[in-house]
Each structure stands twice: as structure tokens, then as C-alpha cells.
């Protein structure tokens, strides 16, 4: 503008001394990490290049949105060691897809920045281990099947011998599915996933929207491959709606001001079925198992029925915690930018205390809503040995038998 004859140059000075700043109303109007997902995800012609004004309907609640951000502002303030670089995001969900509040880093107050929500793919670890349950109870396997967590290596061609461990070192020999799952155990998960065949596990990960590249060999079952939050949140909304993929969303209509007449409408909800809604309700109390007395028990609010999984991934480089009550499905990623690794950090660990902050935050006030799950039933005991009126084993059954028919011996 000075050298266009527009300010003198004592004017131009002052400028470049004095830049603008935005007011704090003006901060908190700027939209942040939803908006800049919003228009990521709207077409450009909308969006950037359009010259008419454009009214949007988001799925945005403000309410969720400021208790995402104060929980985590929290955490940092009270648990993080101070002069810390470790970043962490947040997701809070509907079962259908919508998108009720957005967390894309620590700095909370600006707009246009690196969106650790939606734009950073992480191996998701033990995040993973759900969609390989999911997939064995989908084909009929029960939450208390037994499974051996015992020492297993494995040769894969061309790289050896493979003997992973589970992360506590330790092995438990024969365990129901359900305490696999509760304490995370990384050995069972790969029985399973072997036994129910990798394809079925990919295919049900898949069907719940982890679109990335999902891993060929048997680490496929320790989360190796990648994915986003939003993604992660997206897939674990289709457990709680009963085993429906569903397509995370921001938009519910798009108009030009002063027509009634929408340009666009939803991008996303509830899609085609992965799994039967008995095996996503078996799922789902498997997954309360681990807040109840498994990885998740930070995550635990009293009087709320909680499900959810932690997940960390190798040397913590990652950590994750997901969980959902019968409103909301929320999300938590924190780790460093350049993938250093966290110092004693686990998913069960601030991911989970993140999402604890939170959801009292959004449930306050809030009346509780039962999850949509069964628990399994324990199977009755086989009959052996002694019996009423003398009979033992077999001869029992046919003495029932008999009984039942009227006859004799």
C-alpha cells in the first residue's frame, strides 16, 4: 500500500509495528479445528472460491466443544510436566456420525492450524483389538470362549522368527475371551485373529471405516497400521449403534443467505451393516469389562455404564483411549508431532484421564443411559459324578432320557 501511494511512510511504520490482532470475541468466532475440518470437507466452489455468502448448519454443540477444551487445558495445567511438546486431540461423537465437538491440538484459540483430529495418521495399537472380537463373535465365538495366552512365535517369510509378548511381560495360560480383551493382552488377540482368519478381521475393520492400509501378516492384530482419530471415533460409534459402519460428519445443510432451498446436505451417518446387532452387544460388554476392572479404569464416572479401549502403541510413541456411553462416543490421541516417544504414558494412562475430564464435563446434569449390550451367560455345569438317585454320568442321561419317554432300564 506504500509503495501504491495508499499510506505515507510514516503510516506505513506504524503499521508494520503495531499489526492488527483479533479481539477475543473475534478468537472465539473464528470456527478453530471444526471449522477448518468443515471446509476441508466442503467443495471448494462453496467454500474458497465462492463470492456469495454461505450459511452452514454444523453438527458443532458449543457446550461439548468448551468442555473438550477446558478438560484438556486441565490436564495439561494439572498432570503434564511443564515446558512439555506433546500434543493431544479430542472427538466427541453421536452414534450416528455427528460430530459434536472437535480438538485438533493443544492451542485451542486458532484457526488454519495442523489438525492432529483429522490429518495425522497414527498406529492405532490395541485400539485395534475390538474389530478382532467383534469379528470371532460375529461368527459365533462367545465372550467367555477360552484362549491360551501362552509363549507363541511365528515364521514369517522373509523376516524370521516373530515372538511377540504381551505388555506386561507375563503369560496367563488359558483365559475367556472377555480378560483378554479387558487387560489387553496382545497374545490371545493374535490367536484369535489367526483363528478367525485375518480376511474376517480386515474385513470388519474395514467395514467400520479404518480405510488405511491394513497390515497382510499376523501383527496385523496389534494395531500396526494406521488411522486418524476421527476415523477411530467413527468406527467405535458403530459398535454403540449395534454394528452399523457410519461416515463421520460436520454438515447438516448448506444454503446461499436468502434461499430456502439447501445446496448440500449431510455427508455422512449411519451406512450398511458390518456386524449382527447381538455380537456389537456382546462387544460392547466386553468393552465395559475394561473400565470396570481392565485398562480403562481412570476413564470410570459413577453412575454411567462406560465402554471403552485403550490403546498404546510401540516404544509410546502413540497413545489412545476411546470410549462411549449411550449418548456419545469420545476420543483421545496424544503423542508428539515428530513421534518421539511419551514418557510413561499409556492409553489407560492421560488418554483416559483426558476423556474422563471431558465426559463429566458434557454428561453434567445429564440423566444416565443404559448401553446397548448383553452379558453373556455363564454355561451350566456338565454333570459328572454322583447324581440324584444313584446314576452317574451316563447312565444319568439315559435315566433322564427314559424318564422322559416313559421307559425303563
Known amino acids: 500500500m506504500e509503495a501504491q501511494g495508499y499510506l505515507t511512510p510514516i ?92 480438538v485438533g491440538g493443544r492451542n485451542t484459540n486458532i484457526a488454519g492450524a495442523f489438525n492432529r483430529a483429522t490429518q495425522a495418521s497414527r498406529q492405532t495399537g490395541s485400539l ?73 478381521v480386515r474385513a470388519v475393520a474395514s467395514g467400520f471405516g479404518v480405510a488405511s492400509d491394513l497390515a497382510d501378516g499376523p501383527a496385523l492384530a496389534l494395531g500396526v497400521s494406521e488411522s486418524t482419530l476421527v476415523d477411530m471415533v467413527g468406527a467405535y460409534a458403530g459398535i454403540l449403534n449395534g454394528g452399523s459402519a457410519v461416515a463421520p460428519y460436520g454438515l447438516v445443510e448448506l444454503r446461499l443467505q436468502g434461499d430456502d432451498i439447501p445446496l448440500m446436505g449431510m455427508g455422512g451417518g449411519i451406512g450398511e451393516r458390518v456386524v449382527q446387532e447381538a455380537a456389537a452387544r456382546q462387544l460392547t460388554w ?41 449418548d456419545y462416543v469420545t476420543g483421545v ?36 443411559v443404559p448401553l446397548p449390550m448383553d452379558e453373556p451367560i455363564e454355561p451350566g455345569p456338565i454333570l459328572f459324578g454322583p447324581q440324584p438317585g444313584g446314576a452317574t454320568n451316563g447312565n444319568f442321561l439315559i435315566d433322564l432320557l427314559n424318564s422322559i419317554l416313559g421307559g425303563g432300564n
Not at 481392565?294 to 490403546?311: C, E, F, L, M, N
Request: hydrophobic share 40%.
Open 11 to 102: 503510516e506505513a511504520t506504524l503499521a508494520r509495528t503495531s499489526p492488527a490482532e483479533l479481539s477475543a470475541a473475534a478468537e472465539q468466532r473464528a470456527g478453530g479445528y471444526f471449522a477448518d475440518w468443515l471446509m476441508e470437507i466442503t467443495p471448494d466452489y462453496f467454500a474458497k472460491t465462492t463470492t456469495e455468502d454461505v450459511i452452514y448448519r454444523t453438527t458443532l454443540d458449543p457446550r461439548i466443544q468448551t468442555a473438550a477444551e477446558e478438560a484438556l487445558a486441565y490436564i495439561f495445567e494439572e498432570k503434564v510436566k511443564e515446558g512439555s511438546e506433546a500434543q493431544a486431540a479430542i472427538v466427541v461423537m453421536s452414534a450416528d456420525g455427528a460430530v459434536r465437538a472437535m
Open 128 to 200: 485395534f483389538k475390538p474389530f478382532i472380537y467383534a469379528a470371532a463373535l460375529e461368527l459365533g465365538h462367545s465372550p467367555l470362549e477360552m484362549v491360551d495366552d501362552s509363549p507363541l512365535c511365528m515364521t514369517i517369510p522373509g523376516s524370521g522368527e516373530w515372538c511377540p509378548k504381551n505388555y506386561d511381560g507375563e503369560f496367563k495360560g488359558e483365559i475367556p475371551f472377555v480378560q483378554a480383551l479387558r487387560e489387553s493382552r496382545n497374545i490371545p488377540a493374535i490367536k484369535v485373529s489367526e483363528m478367525v482368519g485375518r480376511d474376517n
Open 286 to 326: 466386553m468393552m465395559t469389562q475394561v473400565v470396570e476392572q481392565g485398562t480403562g479404569v481412570r476413564a470410570r464416572i459413577p453412575g454411567w455404564q462406560i465402554a471403552g479401549k485403550s490403546g498404546t502403541t510401540q516404544a509410546s510413541r502413540d497413545a489412545w483411549f476411546i470410549g462411549f456411553t449411550g
Open 333 to 368: 490421541w496424544m503423542g508428539y508431532d515428530n513421534n518421539t516417544p511419551l514418557s510413561g504414558v499409556t492409553g489407560g494412562g492421560l488418554p483416559a484421564e483426558i476423556w474422563h475430564e471431558t465426559m463429566v464435563r458434557v454428561l453434567d446434569g445429564m440423566t444416565p
